[in-house]
C-alpha cells in the first residue's frame, strides 16, 4: 500500500525554523525523484523543492536560500529543512512524486508562522 506520510509542522515565529518529515512507504524509495509541495489559504497548491534519486536538487525562487530539501533512502523519508521562515510560507505542506507522476495526497502537516 502505498503511503505518504508528512510530519513536523507546527506554530512558529517569522525568523524561525522547521524540520519536516515525510515518510514513504509502498514504493521503491531510491528511485523516486520526490518533491514538497505547499497550499495556503485559497490558493493552490505549489511545488517549493524536488530531490531526484542521484540528489538533483531544485528550489522555487520564493524559498530559495531559506529551505533545504533532502533524504535518506535508508528510512525512506525526504526532509524540509525551513529557515527564515516568513508569515507567506504558512501552508499546509505535503511531499510527493514530481508533476505527472504523483501518488496520492498523504494528510499534509500544517506550518503557520506568525509576525
Known amino acids: 500500500q502505498v503511503q505518504l506520510v508528512e510530519s513536523g509542522g507546527g506554530l512558529v515565529q517569522a525568523g524561525g525554523s522547521r524540520r519536516l518529515s515525510c515518510a514513504a512507504s509502498?514504493?521503491?524509495?531510491?528511485?523516486?525523484?520526490m518533491g514538497w509541495y505547499r497550499q495556503a489559504p485559497g490558493k493552490q497548491r505549489e511545488l517549493v523543492a524536488t530531490?531526484?534519486?542521484?540528489?538533483?536538487?531544485n528550489y522555487a525562487d520564493s524559498v530559495k536560500d531559506r529551505f533545504t530539501i533532502s533524504r535518506d533512502n535508508a528510512k525512506n523519508t525526504v526532509y524540509l529543512q525551513m529557515n527564515s521562515l516568513k508569515p507567506e510560507d504558512t501552508a499546509v505542506y505535503y511531499c510527493?512524486?514530481?508533476?505527472?507522476?504523483?501518488?496520492?495526497w498523504g494528510p499534509g502537516t500544517q506550518v503557520t508562522v506568525s509576525s
Open positions: 510527493n512524486k514530481l508533476p505527472g507522476l504523483q501518488l496520492n
Open positions: 509502498g514504493i521503491i524509495f531510491s528511485r523516486a525523484a
Open positions: 530531490i531526484t534519486s542521484g540528489s538533483t536538487i
